[in-house]
């Protein structure tokens, strides 16, 4: 009976000090975690490799991408209210959404889309797959939304501009830097939100490797990256945060 309450007891203590811990949340689409995160079909996204560079006896790592979501659905089906639900003072989140804001915004597929830029702008539509209406915004609005809730919780907001996809020309890979990563930055800038610009890292090393071993990192099409390729990308958010001044959460990295 004495061992039995003993046990309790540490157990208690150890879920107490696992509570203390800071959280590392990272939300975003297919690219961040792939599936249920446990490499069907032999893909992965970079944030189920993230927590292999922090000393997670100090930092807790919690990976809520998921795929085929938008900076709009990851909102309004409820997914970010479950994050914000855990969220307390002093937690971080790192966000990367883009690939999937550029389709129609009332289709009968996935009404995913948001507003391209980020203006003020919004449209009322009808969501098919909802079955209501919906007021549709920018991406930049609902990227803003993201941060000023997490300062509303006292948490730090980390935007990632989003991975590039293995599309070449003329030997260089296509980035973002005239659409959703340019408007990534634009809109950490405008909030003060950190920012790492990790459509350019992964982009200048893809250039360096050349378009035939990255399509290595491509099994089945242009967007979604195996093991090896979600190594690299996270190596990449890891350089892209212990370049950002000022950001406490390098301090946790091994």
């Not at 107490?16 to 490499?39: A, E, H, M, W």
């Not at 990851?74 to 855990?86: A, K, N, P």
């Not at 260089?172 to 790492?196: N, P, Q």
């Not at 089945?220 to 000022?246: P, Q, S």
Request: glycine share 12%; charged share 25%.
């Amino acid at each position: 009976m004495i061992f039995r309450s003993f046990l309790v007891c540490m157990l208690l203590v150890a879920g107490t000090f696992s509570d203390q811990r800071p959280t590392l949340y990272i939300i975003g689409d297919s690219t961040v975690k792939n599936g249920k995160g446990k490499g069907d079909g032999g893909l992965w996204g970079w944030g189920s490799y993230l927590d292999s560079y922090f000393d997670t006896s100090k930092l807790a790592v919690r990976n809520y991408a998921l795929g085929g979501r938008s900076s709009r659905t990851f909102i309004t089906e409820g997914h970010w209210d479950q994050v914000l639900g855990q969220l307390k003072k002093g937690d971080y989140v790192i966000m990367q959404f883009g690939h999937n804001d550029g389709g129609p915004l009332d289709d009968t597929a996935r009404a995913r889309g948001t507003i391209k830029g980020t203006s003020e702008e919004s449209k009322d539509i009808y969501n098919p797959i909802m079955k209501k209406s919906e007021t549709v915004h920018s991406y930049g609005w609902y990227m803003r939304k993201y941060v000023a809730d997490l300062r509303e919780k006292g948490a730090v907001a980390i935007i990632c501009s989003p991975i590039p996809r293995d599309i070449f020309t003329d030997g260089k890979v296509l980035r973002a830097s005239d659409d959703y990563g340019k408007w990534a930055k634009e809109t950490a800038s405008s909030t003060g939100a950190y920012f790492v610009e990790l459509n350019g890292l992964i982009a200048d090393e893809y250039d360096r490797l050349g378009p035939d071993k990255v399509k290595e990192y491509f099994p089945g099409d242009h967007t979604h990256t195996n093991e090896a390729g979600a190594r690299l990308n996270a190596g990449k958010v890891v350089e892209g945060i212990r370049g950002a001044d000022g950001l406490g959460l390098k301090k946790y990295l091994k």
